[in-house]
């Protein structure tokens, strides 16, 4: 469980100051690693979802967020989509996080594979929650990423910004979830472009009467 209760008006208690700027955005705010307690804030964030949680997560070797996750996959409330870049699942720690995983209960989600040009990694450290909280950034689920390296991690409650972020998510899920099928799909017709096609012309503005 998490240490402390999500609310998003005592988030500057996970700033290394205590407190956020002045003229901060009402639905965002930003932590670096590893000045403020990034690892503190996904614990109570992970513990506060009701109804889902969505990760696209590149390096995933945090003992107590998995935790969370386990035990959100283990509540029928809570839908659980999880995609993981095939290369970070050799590791014998992943390894283990993994056996531990109920990808085939109701509500779960788990894939793991690549991004779908050229088998690139997936590199997103992304989560959505219930949602409405979107965490953007460089940090990996992992305590040297979050305490020890240079990152940062943005958070908002943009429903807005939640809803794109999640049919990208869904895209790059159900791609891996077909690579996990194997050979019996053509993953050729499945590859995204490698080229920038040009984007059609806007609409003129209607004339002024």
Same mark, same amino acid.
């Given at each position: ?7 998003w ?11 956020l700027?002045?003229g ?13 307690? +990034? %690892? $503190?804030?996904? *614990? ?5 979802? #009701?109804h /889902?949680i ?5 390096g ?8 969370? +996750? %386990? $035990?959100?996959l *283990?509540?029928?409330?809570?839908y659980? #989509?999880? /995609?993981l ?19 085939? *209960? ?5 894939a793991?594979?690549?991004s ?7 590199h ?10 979107t965490?953007k ?33 869904d895209?790059?899920?159900?791609f ?6 194997g ?25 002024t009467?």
């Amino acid at each position: 469980m998490a240490d402390a209760p999500f609310a998003w008006e005592d988030l500057a208690k996970y700033k290394a100051e205590g407190r956020l700027l002045d003229g901060y955005p009402d639905d965002q705010r930003t932590f670096f690693a590893p000045r403020d307690d +990034i %690892h $503190g804030l996904l *614990a109570a964030l992970l513990d506060s979802a #009701q109804h /889902s949680i969505v990760v696209n997560m590149f390096g995933y070797d945090d003992d107590q967020l998995n935790q969370i +996750i %386990h $035990g959100k996959l *283990a509540d029928e409330k809570v839908y659980v #989509q999880m /995609s993981l870049d095939r290369s970070q699942s050799s590791g014998a720690h992943e390894k283990q996080i993994l056996a531990k995983w109920a990808n085939d *209960a109701f509500g779960n989600s788990i894939a793991i594979g690549t991004s779908s040009v050229h088998n690139a990694i997936s590199h997103l450290k992304i989560v959505i929650v219930d949602g409405v909280y979107t965490v953007k950034g460089s940090t990996n689920w992992s305590l040297s990423g979050e305490q020890q390296q240079d990152n940062e991690l943005t958070l908002s409650r943009n429903a807005v910004v939640a809803a794109e972020t999640r049919a990208i998510l869904d895209l790059n899920h159900d791609f891996m979830l077909k690579q996990m099928v194997g050979t019996k799909l053509d993953m050729t017709k499945l590859l995204a472009s490698t080229t920038r096609e040009a984007m059609p012309p806007l609409p003129a503005h209607p004339a002024t009467p």
